[in-house]
Every structure is written in C-alpha cells, then in structure tokens.
C-alpha cells in the first residue's frame, strides 16, 4: 500500500523544533477586554521590543479610521540587532500589500488585507520570517488622526543565533508624476523605443549579499490607454545592458 506525503509546509508538523515560541500583543493587561493600544495623533508606539536571538514569524495588525487614505499615514519601521536605520520604511497599507491609502481584500502567500466592511477598517498579515541575532524592534508612526491599533508579532526564540540568516528589508518609494515617454497614440504605442531603459522607475536599488522576493507596485493611470507596458529588468552585481533578467512588461 502506498500513502502520499503530506506538502513540504505541513511535513514540518511532525519535526521537533528546537526554538520557544512568543508573542508581543495589544492584549489588556488589566484582564479586561480592551486588548487594544491607543494611537494620538504625531506619535509613534513601538509594538515589539525583543531580545534575541530569534526570527519573527507573523505579524497582525487591525485598525481603521474615517480618515481619507488613512493606510499611507500609518508608517510601519523594524530595526534589527540595534541599528539606527531602520531596515523596513513603509506606509502600513503599502507594507501589507495595498497602495493608494486604499482598503481592499487580497491575498497571497505571505501578505494579506482583508476588508472594507463598510467603516474602512481592515486587518493585515504578514509571515515573511525576519530573523534576529540580538535585538528586534518594530515601531509604527501616525501621521495622521487619533486611532487605535490592534496587533499581534509571533516569533520564534533561540540560544543560537541561525548561522548565515539574511536580514529582511523592505523600502518604499514614490514618483509622482513619473518620468516616461510622452503621451501618443495607442496604435503607434509599438513604435516607441527606449534601448537601456533611459529614465525608467526605480522599483529598487539595493546593495550587498541577498535575495530579492518581490514587490507590490501601485499605478494611477492618468492616461486612459496605457495598459501595462514598459520592460521590467533587474540588474545584479557589475551588469550592464542587457541585464540579467528582463521582462516584457
């Protein structure tokens, strides 16, 4: 008799770990049910402060506000093992996966936004692993009107640092209006050359050892017949044109 394999996700089920998982939260100290923070106005609250090593597993966050694009004044900021500049820089919507200021439900494998349900509120998840060797903290800006924010940050705690582990980055950027060739028609859209990507937008620009994993990009169309065209290239280490990998679009 055979019997299939469980997926390579649920097969870790069965495998002991050797790490002690913790959570920092908004739960109500008091042992009430107000498991929420308080967010003035101009001030920025950190959500986890934790000593390592370890690596952050889950983070989930609900708010929401009558606040016009009140996802791009909420700005999520995380520092690893001290460092002064922050190594993640970006409006809380953005961040989870939606830009604009705006509320919509989607989902993929490691962001999520649910929502609107009718108040402009939505919960967010996130489960890129982001791991530590001494310290982790995670903070988030309001830039906007007085809320509150719901929160939870799961991690994994070890006595070891894990050996070689790359530490997470993500940045934000914005070109308004951008750069581009000038408007035409669509029938000679086809006509239009840019040989090396003169004065293209710069999605990210990054050094050192590591792996990109992806972007969520965000256009307002202010055209009306532009459809998504303009190559997509990345360079890596010493290339020039052509790079490395490039797409149609």
């Given at each position: 008799m055979s019997m299939s394999c469980p997926s390579d996700a649920l097969r870790h089920l069965i495998e002991s770990?050797?790490?002690?998982?913790?959570r920092q939260s908004s739960w109500d100290t008091t042992g009430g049910n107000?498991?929420?923070w308080e967010f003035p106005s101009g001030e920025t609250i950190t959500i986890a402060d934790i000593s390592g090593p370890g690596c952050i597993t889950h983070i989930w966050m609900t708010s929401g506000s009558d606040e016009p694009a009140w996802t791009r004044r909420r700005v999520i900021?995380?520092?690893?093992?001290?460092e002064e500049a922050a190594s993640v820089e970006v409006p809380l919507g953005d961040f989870f996966g939606v830009g604009h200021g705006e509320i919509r439900q989607w989902e993929s494998a490691v962001l999520n936004m649910s929502?609107?349900?009718?108040?402009d509120r939505s919960a967010f998840n996130c489960w890129f692993p982001m791991p530590f060797s001494k310290s982790a903290r995670i903070t988030v800006t309001n830039?906007?009107?007085d809320s509150i924010l719901y929160f939870y940050v799961d991690y994994e705690e070890y006595d070891e640092p894990m050996p070689d582990a790359l530490r997470?980055?993500?940045q934000w950027r914005r070109e308004n209006p951008c750069d581009g060739l000038p408007a035409h028609d669509v029938g000679s859209a086809n006509e239009l050359?840019?040989?090396?990507g003169e004065d293209n937008y710069v999605i990210l620009e990054a050094e050192g050892r590591g792996h990109y994993v992806g972007c969520n990009l965000s256009i307002h169309n202010t055209r009306g017949e532009w459809w998504g065209e303009g190559d997509d290239m990345i360079f890596i280490d010493d290339d020039t044109w052509p790079p490395s990998l490039h797409g149609t679009g």
């Open positions: 770990r050797n790490c002690r998982s913790k107000n498991d929420r900021r995380m520092y690893w093992d001290g929502g609107p349900d009718g108040a830039e906007g009107a997470f980055h993500s050359k840019n040989i090396g």
